[in-house]
């Protein structure tokens, strides 16, 4: 069999993003940030189908060129279904659903969660089946049991916010700009992790909660601001550290819970916030202490990106799961159940 070349194309949220994969090697992955966004504090949908309407074609063209691989060669042309935003996801669909018939190829629907997980086989080192994979990004939380690369299994997710609205929900209040999760990381560093304590809310099984912590920190910035307007300015560190602390603990707990219930001791985290250093270093330490052993893929294949969208449509491609071209894309969209 000749080397099957792969072209995927992300449009789920705001980056636009275009990968290559040939015989399983990504070749390319090119992703268009979209930073119209920063100035009203989160993702405005109608500016996001716009912007990726805009750096569509170059985005291709761009991964097509750095892969060496010419417009007529893909053997398949892949995008991301569901879920996410439904402009943008239409975006993407068409453009694939026109590529695909063009060329005459087959299309490849894929779930964005699913690709995010998968993102850990893009490089070495790969976990095993079965792996638990935590993925904590600005839309999701769950924590997925993995026992093949197309057989997944959501045991835990998010009740209300993800774990990346926690983190840019609780940067606005504090002052930050949009979007915040990076820049607690940064503050954090240098902050005690102990000289706040937010509460952990009481969630039975392996779902998570965010919106109390939110309404916490509301209530503590109130006070500590009505008693002392400087409060947050000459505290940053130490609140941002103690906020990002019960973020990692909430998610880390129900882990060790996932770990405890399932008898499985790889795991891994994707999404953006696994970009987190706290996060990671917690992810190591737990890991040590439980005997664990832990992925996490490259930083470039954690946040949105085509690459594992690729690396998904491969596995579909080898098991014959193709997408007729009526496939609809859809904001949400159940996996793993
Ligand atoms: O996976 P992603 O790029 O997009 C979504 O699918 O949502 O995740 C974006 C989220 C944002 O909420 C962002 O604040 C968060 O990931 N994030 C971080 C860090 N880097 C990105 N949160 C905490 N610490 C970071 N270093
Ligand atoms: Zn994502």
New binding site residues.
């Given amino acids: 069999m000749t080397a099957v070349k792969i072209l995927a194309i992300e449009s ?4 636009t993003s275009a990968a290559v994969l040939v015989d399983g090697k990504v070749l390319s992955n090119i992703i268009a940030n979209q930073s119209v966004h920063e100035q009203y504090g989160g993702v405005v949908p109608e500016l996001a189908s716009r912007a990726h309407q805009e750096n569509i074609v170059p985005v291709v063209d761009a991964a097509l060129k750095k892969a060496g691989v010419d417009m007529q060669d893909p053997d398949a042309i892949a995008f991301t279904q569901s879920p996410g935003l439904i402009g943008s996801l239409l975006v993407g669909s068409c453009f694939a659903k026109s590529m695909a018939l063009g060329l005459n190829i087959p299309l490849i629907g894929v779930h ?1 969660m699913q690709a ?1 997980v998968l993102a850990n086989f893009i490089e070495d080192p790969q976990p095993s089946f079965p792996f638990l994979c935590l993925t ?5 939380t769950q924590i997925v049991q993995c026992n093949s690369p197309l057989d997944m299994k959501v045991i835990g997710e998010t009740m209300d916010d ?4 926690a ?2 929900k609780s ?1 606005k209040l504090i002052g930050l700009p949009y ?4 820049l ?3 503050h954090a560093k240098t902050g005690n992790p102990l000289r706040f304590k937010f509460p952990e809310p009481q969630i039975p099984g392996l779902n998570f909660s965010f919106s109390g912590l939110k309404t916490a920190i509301l209530y503590f910035l109130q006070e500590n601001r009505a008693k002392d307007p400087s409060f947050v300015e000459d505290n940053l560190a130490d609140i941002c550290a103690s906020i ?1 602390h019960r973020i990692i603990t909430i998610l880390m707990n129900k882990l060790v819970k996932a770990s405890q219930e399932t008898g499985i001791k790889q795991m891994s985290i994707a ?3 696994s ?5 990671r270093a917690a992810l190591a330490e737990y890991s040590a202490k439980y005997g664990w052993s832990y992925y996490i893929p490259k930083f470039e294949y ?3 990106n085509a690459a594992m969208i690729a690396m998904t449509a491969y596995y579909k491609y080898q098991a014959g799961e193709f997408a007729a071209l009526d496939a609809v894309p859809s904001a949400r969209a159940i996996f793993g159940e």
């Fill in positions: 789920s949220c705001d980056e964005h995010h904590v990004s600005g839309g999701h993800a774990a990346g609205e983190f840019d940067a979007p915040g999760g990076p607690i990381d940064k990002q999404g953006g916030v970009a987190n250093s706290g996060l954690c946040t949105d």
